[in-house]
């Protein structure tokens, strides 16, 4: 499975559920927000989302601003 | 005297809110915001590193129980873009709050205010607490009230710029406009020195956000200690009602008495 995964293209052995995309990428569900193809994902709904081979993942985190 | 700042119920403990950008490393941001007295610290949402997690960059140091977060849409330039964010903000459960910034040319970075009108009438719907940047226009700060903004926030100059307070009479007409409908003036942006910051709360502003002018100076812990008493200062000032100024002098010792 193909994701565009932050702007780069990244190659999967399975499909997966968002959960276990974050748990492959080491990343805690903590002061984050996550977007497939343009739709926000409840963090509620992790468990469930299917991603599919195509799918546009964007992961965001709050950085130092003004 | 109880002088307390509440904004649709969350109450503030200082009226000083500052910025976390700018900043050489995470333990002079951490430094600086605590020496400012702030509670209320503004981030900005940005890409995770997937890729590289130890150049990461995330708030760790910005204990979520010791501050209020307000997460901003810096960097948007047109409304599609400050929903996405703010939306992206929301659902990352830090903070109901917004700063809402509709960003209109790169080079002032001055607000698109129609842009920001229409953003702070969705995310205002959707049930958002909206701090829309704005600029120093009393019709607009009007105008963003009724789109269900919780508090208006003129610039005081350019982001960025250290110029200070540059049209203090829109600031006060804007101030005297919300104090009949109890709508909180916060000036953010442009705030240089202490000084600026205390002629914004002399004003009446209810609080001033400040990011540059500490994180850019030599010594950002000082200057964040100092906006701190500049604020306290300004407001207890403003609190006290100051003396009208006068072209000549009136003498300060009795003339009774003088041999």
Redesign the interface.
Known sequence: MKLKLNGTVSEFQEEMTLTQLLENLKIEPKAIAVEVNLNIIKKTDYQSYMLKDGDTVEVVKFVGGG | MEDKLIIRGIEFKSRLWV?????KDFEE?KKAIEASGADVV??????????D?NS????DYID?KKYK?L??T?GCYNVEDAL?YS???R????SEMIKLEVIGDEKTLFPDVCGLLKATEILAKEGSIVFPYTNDDPIIAKRLVDAGAAAVMPLGAP??SGLGIRNPYNIKIILEQMKGLNMPVLVDAGVGTASDAAIAMELGCDAV?I??AIAGARDPIAMAEAMKHAVTAGRLAYNSGRIQKKLYATASSPIEGML
Do not use: H
């Open positions: 910025g976390t950008g700018k900043y941001t503004t981030v900005a949402v940005r890409r995770l590193n997937i890729f997690r990461e960059n995330r708030l979520p977060i997460p901003n810096a996405r939306r992206l903000a659902e990352a459960g830090v982001i960025g956000l990011n540059t």
